[in-house]
C-alpha cells in the first residue's frame, strides 16, 4: 500500500519514532485514553511503553493535518481460531484529538484508508470493536461500511461492546 494517503483535509502516513511527544500527548487526553483503553495503564512508563511499541508496529498510522499528528489507526494481525496470527483478516482501532471530533475527519480518513487496503488486494476483512456508549464510534464504523456482527461483555473491563466487520471479498 502506497503512503501517504491524501484526504480532502488530512493526511495518513507512517509513524516513526520522531512522533513519540506527540502521540503520548494523545493518547493522554482523557477522552481518548477512555475511549482507546489506554486509561487501563496504570502509570506513565507503562503508557509511554505502549506507545513506543505501537509506533514501530507497521500497522500504525498517523493522521496529520498540517502536519500536526492528530490522530492514529492502527492495524493488527486478527488471531485465529488457531491462536496464530491472520494476517489476510485485520482487527482496526482509532482514536482522535477531541477537538477534531464530530467534523468528519476520521470518517475520511478511515474511508480511505478501508479503500486503499481493498485496492491493494491482500487483505480479505478488517473487524473492529467499540463500546456499547461510543456512540460517535458506532456511528463511524456504520458510515464507513462496517456491520454489526455481535455484541459482548468485554472480558477485561466488564463492559459490552459491539463487534463489526467489513468484508473485501
Known sequence: MQMPIATERTMITTVSPADLAAYETLITIPEVADGAGFNLLSNQAM????????????????????????????????????GLPDSKNLEVSYFLHPDFWRKGIMTEALT???????????????????????????ALLERVGFSRVAKIVDPIVGKPKLIYHLSFD
Do not use: W
Open 47 to 82: 503508557l509511554s511503553e505502549v506507545a513506543k511499541r505501537q509506533l514501530k508496529h507497521p500497522g500504525t498510522f498517523g493522521v496529520r493535518m498540517d502536519g500536526r499528528l492528530i490522530g492514529s489507526i492502527l492495524l493488527f494481525d486478527k488471531v485465529s481460531r488457531s
Open 112 to 138: 480511505q484508508l478501508m479503500i486503499a487496503l481493498q485496492a491493494d488486494g491482500k487483505i480479505r476483512s478488517i473487524s473492529a470493536e467499540a463500546f456499547v456508549d461510543n456512540v460517535g464510534s458506532i
